[in-house]
């Protein structure tokens, strides 16, 4: 547990605490119920959890809208609680790795109560304020993700305060170094309360620029409008700035102080998402940058292998992590399911994949039982952006339902209450984790993935060269000698090893001399001589 590097070519996953289980009976998940079910987790062989915010918030944006840094929520549990849970899963050999959304707060945080009372007090300068122009309109174009214009009046300054999200979630203003410190110091209270690590929720946004030039259209033609403004314009201006490097380096000291910690950011950007996970991540910052490219319809050799590609050759000493789903997109089974036999066959082709890419990886809790996007009615929403955007974009909720435990148990063994924050379907209670004891299960496959590249240190850390083949066969190795073979169709295909080999494990394939025979989303992994 003390190594420095073991975050490289680590496998973290994600648990969405509000939907893993529910320890005191009130419909909602909590750290008590994470203890409770660790031992799953364990059981997969994964290296850590990270954990969704779990602290103080009047959950306008589920937590992510924060009004204490240093406090537990009630509806998860105490300090005592959390304290417990990382004891245990250290016990378990998992790393804790918990979100920081340092870029904005909640509007109820006390500073920013404090920041909007006048221009002239002690906070008055840590959140971005900016005049109206003098025909009283918002002082420049920037939308804000969730809909609508970025900027809201305030009566008291007479002034508008800048949003990426919600109007309940005002930005810091980092270019104040006041603002930067206080963040660190938050850090260094977890750090020094054991955890192992953090996720930094949208690391790209914490610098604007200062002088609030307007952001460009987006360059990429359309033939229509986007669903959401935001995505109409190319956001040169209101993230991405180079000021974001040197905080990032202040970040990375201080965890260099600790043993054995590491920081893993979200980088969230339409056009160029690879080219600031390379820079972000090269040289003393961030350890791994969490990438979106994976996270959407796309499903073509050619696709995953330019991505990869691109990265390393962009950013040779940088470190990607990848993911296929999380608690912001539709299940990739669901997104990918044209593509599969069956969901089962594109869950472990899936699993493959993602498990076998050079690089760290991030599993979403229920990937590991090929767990569905859920269909909720309007009725049943809590997520802005699908209570805003309905019906042409549904929001997150459908991938944020609870985790299914036992099959026939009220509410598939996730809580005791006679309802939950959001509904069990049918479709998810399914898949179950009591009904996947079975050799051919999504889980067991996952299991024995997990265990095979732990037990390979070439799918762990060895290098990753593409093969050449043509669709729908993606082929590389990993460390020179590990070739990994994927058909990705529903039709059966031939593809030719560079040589003799020794089978690793394989899925719906048979190797015969130096030919692998891949049925609908086979894929086989195997020692090349």
């Known amino acids: 547990m003390t190594d420095n590097e073991w975050w490289r070519g680590s496998v973290t996953y994600q648990i969405y605490p509000r939907s893993f289980m529910d320890g005191n009976g009130d419909g909602v998940g909590d750290i008590p119920g994470i203890i409770e079910r660790l031992d799953h987790v364990a059981s997969l062989g994964v290296d850590a959890i990270w954990l969704s915010p779990i602290f103080?918030?009047?959950m306008k944006d589920m937590g992510y809208d924060v009004e204490d840094y240093r406090g537990i929520d009630p509806v998860f549990g105490t300090l005592a609680d959390f304290d417990a849970m990382v004891e245990k899963a250290h016990d378990l050999g998992l790393k804790v790795i918990i979100d920081q959304v340092l870029s904005h707060a909640s509007d109820k945080h006390p500073f920013f109560e404090e920041s909007r009372q006048s221009r002239s007090n002690p906070k008055a300068d840590w959140f971005v304020w900016a005049d109206p122009k003098p025909d009283g309109?918002?002082?420049n174009n920037w939308q804000a993700i969730f809909g609508g214009v970025a900027w809201e009046w305030d009566s008291r300054?007479?002034?508008?305060?800048?949003?990426?999200?919600?109007?309940?979630?005002p930005d810091f203003n980092f270019h104040n170094p006041d603002v930067q410190d206080w963040h660190l110091d938050n850090m260094r209270f977890w750090l020094e309360r054991g955890v192992d690590g953090f996720r930094l929720d949208t690391v790209n946004y914490y610098f604007h620029d200062a002088r609030l030039p307007d952001d460009a259209a987006d360059p990429v033609k359309k033939d229509e409008p986007a669903r959401r403004p935001y995505d109409?314009?190319?956001h040169l201006f209101s993230k991405n700035q180079p000021e974001n490097l040197e905080f990032l380096a202040r970040m990375r000291a201080l965890l260099d102080e600790f043993d054995?910690?590491?920081?893993?950011?979200?980088?969230?950007?339409?056009?160029?998402?690879?080219?600031l996970m390379g820079e972000y991540t090269s040289g003393k910052r961030l350890h791994m940058a969490y990438s979106f490219e994976f996270l959407g319809p796309k499903f073509t050799p050619e696709?995953?292998?330019?991505?990869?590609?691109?990265?390393?050759?962009?950013?040779?000493?940088?470190?990607?992590?990848?993911?296929?789903?999380?608690h912001d997109v539709p299940r990739h089974v669901t997104r990918w399911k044209k593509h599969g036999k069956d969901s089962a066959s594109i869950a472990k082709l899936a699993a493959g994949l993602l498990l076998s890419f050079e690089g760290s990886v991030c599993i979403y809790q229920g990937e590991e039982l090929g767990q569905l996007e859920s269909e909720l009615e309007y009725s049943e929403l809590t997520d802005p952006e699908g209570l805003t955007f309905w019906p042409e974009l549904k929001g997150r909720d459908g991938c944020r339902t609870p985790m299914v435990w036992e099959k026939s148990a009220s509410n598939a063994g996730f809580s005791k209450a006679?309802?939950?924050?959001l509904p069990v379907k049918q479709p998810q209670q399914a898949r179950a984790v009591d009904t996947q004891g079975g050799d051919d299960s999504v889980l067991a496959f996952y299991r024995g993935m997990l265990a095979l590249r732990r037990e390979t240190p070439e799918l762990r850390s060895g290098r990753m060269a593409f093969l050449d083949s043509t669709d729908p066969v993606l082929a590389y190795t990993r460390g020179g000698n590990i070739c990994c073979v994927f058909n990705m169709s529903k039709e059966a295909v031939d593809y030719d090893l560079p040589g003799p080999s020794e089978l690793l494990l394989a899925e719906n394939a048979k190797v015969k001399g130096k030919t692998v025979s891949l049925g609908p989303n086979g894929l086989c992994f195997a020692r090349v001589s």
């Open 260 to 275: 054995a910690r590491t920081m893993v950011g979200e980088v969230g950007d339409g056009h160029h998402s690879i080219d």
């Open 232 to 234: 109409m314009q190319y």
């Open 56 to 58: 103080t918030s009047p």
């Open 137 to 139: 309109s918002v002082p």
């Open 303 to 326: 696709f995953f292998r330019s991505r990869i590609t691109d990265f390393w050759e962009g950013a040779p000493e940088g470190w990607p992590c990848w993911a296929f789903s999380n």
């Open 418 to 421: 006679n309802k939950t924050w």
């Open 157 to 169: 300054r007479r002034q508008y305060y800048f949003h990426n999200f919600l109007k309940e979630q």
